[in-house]
């Protein structure tokens, strides 16, 4: 069992970005990795924990929070009928493959590794974000056959290696193929679930490689972070959700771009200082 001295400065940071998360997913409607994964990697190396495998921890702890926030969404979704079933019926057992394949990528990858795809990862969903157009289309209706398979996977892959739910890779596909984006949002909480429940599995019960670990870590899962993160974002989330009524949605997501952007390059710098 940790000792206080080293329990309470954890304890502190997580409650901060936990509140942090709440906020942001309430006013731009993302949370996960593109917040969550740099935010656990700094507050942890910052303690004294960074070892090999501590990016991946913290991908596998923020895969473990969305278990619970994207089943939350998917239900309340499902209430107001907004989930496309059909869409992700056809879509989960491709995105569950690649989740099930980024963990094990994850898993064998280490930190300054994961921390440069992250990083080029980032970079390229905040210059969409940034400079995307609500017009642009790769297609009418969502892709069906061979195309499904092969992106499928690739939705699932990346997303484990971004530590997020369905909503940074998956709205955009669905939106480009002329998904509204109301029904991508719902439909991509779904997505979510899928990915996040077969690499959270793999991930508790993978072997970690000797070095420090932040303290009450199981497998790859940190238990502290994902508790006090749950727990802060359901109080802070209606803050953000308030403050997002009373903002512009385009000046909105541009910000969160540039975020993503800033977010990315330092990632990058960190990797290559490793």
């Not at 000792?3 to 409650?15: F, H, R």
């Amino acid at each position: 069992m940790p000792d206080l001295a080293t329990l309470l400065p954890l304890v502190a940071m997580l409650l901060a970005i936990g509140a942090v998360a709440g906020v942001l997913a309430g006013l731009l409607g993302v949370g996960g990795g593109l917040v969550l994964v740099p935010a656990f990697y700094y507050a942890f190396a910052e303690l004294g924990f960074e070892s090999p495998s501590l990016m991946t921890i913290c991908l596998a702890t923020s895969l473990a929070t969305i278990v619970f926030t994207s089943a939350r969404s998917v239900m309340a979704h499902h209430r107001k009928r907004a989930v496309d079933w059909a869409i992700l019926r056809g879509w989960a057992p491709w995105i569950a493959l690649g989740a099930a394949l980024g963990m094990l990528a994850a898993a064998a990858l280490r930190s300054a590794t994961l921390m440069s795809v992250f990083a080029g990862l980032c970079l390229l969903v905040g210059l969409y974000t940034t400079l995307g157009r609500s017009d642009w289309r790769l297609g009418a209706v969502m892709p069906t056959g061979l195309r499904r398979a092969a992106i499928g996977p690739v939705v699932g892959f990346l997303s484990v290696l971004l530590g997020i739910g369905g909503g940074s890779l998956g709205v955009p596909l669905m939106t480009l193929h002329g998904v509204p984006v109301h029904r991508a949002v719902a439909t991509a909480a779904g997505f979510g679930l899928v990915i996040a429940v077969p690499s959270v599995a793999g991930f508790l019960v993978a072997s970690v490689p000797p070095g420090a670990r932040p303290p009450l870590t199981v497998g790859h899962v940190n238990l502290p972070a994902f508790a006090i993160v749950i727990a802060m974002t359901l109080l802070t989330a209606p803050l953000g959700v308030r403050l997002a009524h009373a903002t512009d949605p385009k000046r909105l997501k541009r910000i969160f771009g540039v975020f993503l952007l800033v977010v990315g390059l330092n990632m990058l710098r960190k990797a290559w200082m490793l």
